[in-house]
């Protein structure tokens, strides 16, 4: 176990290293149905599911992966039974309490992307400490999505940009791509260029709309509980093999054409 872990802290040798994704997503699903599979309580899916996005972070730092977005609690989830809700708003801020000086000394900066304002108090308050805490690390970009949706974040944005037109800090044909992209909880940081959902499910299920719109998808059929560094090297090697034309054509480019010709 011990030399796995060390042959697999280097850059698979199969990678290459300038292709990497500069951030990856992550919708980490399955944890219920992996600990049903066991007899267990959905919850300890949930439990184990955190060392499993621990290692991820450590894996993303190891091999150069700057940014990792990781979907934790969406503003459906609120729809479940109390119980668990209860348990995912806790398991959260006790993780952070728990993790916070390890991801110091491993020079990962957290954040969350949501509206915070719905969480427990207790939780808003590590939330702030640690985002806080860790904002001039640099070895990781970790963001937690929690009470986080796509649509609601886009409603914010909208909000937001309406208020501004209101009090004439902006006209409405200023409102651009790139003055939306600025009201977004992500307005600092790059777009995906991967997402992997586990669970083999092929949605979205209403995470980060506007910044997936040319993120490369990889699903796996692991539920995100059995998810490690082996899996993630598989989900990095098919997205070296993905061309991503953002709309051009393939192949390579031409010789540009005289200006005013069709
Ligand atoms: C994902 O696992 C974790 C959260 C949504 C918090 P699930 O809890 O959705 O597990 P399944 O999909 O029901 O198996
Ligand atoms: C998406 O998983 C949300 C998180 C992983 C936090 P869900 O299990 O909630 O998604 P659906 O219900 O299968 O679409
Ligand atoms: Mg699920």
Known sequence: MAARLTVSRELPTDLERDRLPQHVAVIMDGNGRWAQKRGLPRVM?????????????????????GAVTAYA????NWKRPMMEVNFL?????????????????????IRFV??????PQSLQDEAARAM?????????????????????????ACRAIAERVQRGELRPDQVDEGVFQQHLYTCDRVDPDLLIRTSG???????????????????TETFWPDFNREEFHRA????QQRDRRYGKISAPP???APSGSP
């Open 89 to 109: 708003m806790a398991l959260i801020e006790r993780v952070l309490r728990r993790e916070l000086d390890e991801m110091m000394a491993e020079q990962i900066r």
């Open 254 to 256: 031409t010789p540009a």
């Open 132 to 156: 806080e805490r860790t904002s001039h690390n640099g070895a990781v970009d970790f963001a937690i999505a929690t009470n986080y949706g796509g649509r609601q974040e886009i409603v914010h």
């Open 73 to 76: 609690f969406s503003t459906e």
């Open 114 to 119: 949501g509206d915070l304002s719905g969480l």
């Open 201 to 219: 499910e092929m949605r979205v299920s209403n995470f980060l709309l506007w910044q997936m719109a040319y993120a490369e998808l990889y699903v």
């Open 236 to 239: 990095l090697l098919a997205y």
């Open 45 to 65: 899916g949930h439990r184990r599911g955190v060392d499993v996005l621990k290692d991820l972070v450590y894996c993303c730092r190891d091999w150069g992966v």
